[in-house]
T-cell receptor, first 109, second 112 residues
Framework: GIQVEQSPPDLILQEGANSTLRCNFS?????LQWFHQNPWGQLINLFY???GTKQNGRLSATTVATERYSLLYISSSQTTDSGVYFC???????????FGKGTSLLVTP | EAQVTQNPRYLITVTGKKLTVTCSQN?????MSWYRQDPGLGLRQIYY?????VTDKGDVPEGYKVSRKEKRNFPLILESPSPNQTSLYFC???WGGGNEQFFGPGTRLTVL
């Protein structure tokens, strides 16, 4: 079946460090999104990025659709960046967003 | 403010007692859907709706019902809740099936 795989599963950073989260998907996508799930459980939209590169402040994302992967960059991390980061792909065969298992990020002071 | 709202945010109930979780969006989106999130299983789609009066099953529809009588509302109905429906539920909406989806704040449901 269609798979979305994220790495690493867990990440601990010191405040100020940079990181790269990776998302591999097994089929072509017509929608690729990154989310941050905060400690209260809310899913916050970070990027809608089926292809190309986008930046929003300290965060940026790149999707290379032909090679079936997406990257999320976090620069100068802050403790408020802690939480779980999900990528989710919507494939041409269906309408559901297929979520990866997430990367759990802890940023320490 | 453009948003997806869900109510209630937290609910503890007992097996067999019918309940409804409401979802409303103010963005005039055509597509709406429900997901549940469980440890180790991630987020899975329950039902979705492409437009008013058009609904279809997602990956885990058993034990749930939905309706889409108005564009802005998409309630999730549990006719006879069971403990295995204890979960975190999210409603989402978008302009269309392939567009950016926006999620509600989630509803934590516990069925005893």
């Amino acid at each position: 079946g269609i798979q979305v795989e994220q790495s690493p599963p867990d990440l601990i950073l010191q405040e100020g460090a940079n990181s790269t989260l990776r998302c591999n998907f097994s089929d072509s996508v017509n929608n690729l999104q990154w989310f941050h799930q905060n400690p209260w459980g809310q899913l916050i939209n970070l990027f809608y990025i089926p292809s190309g590169t986008k930046q929003n402040g300290r965060l940026s994302a790149t999707t290379v659709a032909t090679e079936r992967y997406s990257l999320l960059y976090i620069s100068s991390s802050q403790t408020t960046d802690s939480g779980v980061y999900f990528c989710a792909g919507q494939f041409y065969s269906g309408y559901a967003l297929n979520f990866g298992k997430g990367t759990s990020l802890l940023v320490t002071p | 403010e453009a948003q997806v709202t869900q109510n209630p945010r937290y609910l503890i109930t007992v097996t067999g007692k019918k309940l409804t979780v409401t979802c409303s969006q103010n963005m005039n989106h055509e597509y709406m859907s429900w997901y549940r999130q469980d440890p180790g299983l991630g987020l899975r789609q329950i039902y979705y709706s492409m437009n008013v009066e058009v609904t279809d099953k997602g990956d885990v529809p058993e034990g749930y019902k939905v309706s889409r009588k108005e564009k802005r509302n998409f309630p999730l109905i549990l006719e006879s809740p069971s403990p295995n429906q204890t979960s975190l539920y999210f409603c989402a909406s978008s302009w269309g099936g392939g567009n950016e989806q926006f999620f509600g704040p989630g509803t934590r449901l516990t069925v005893l």
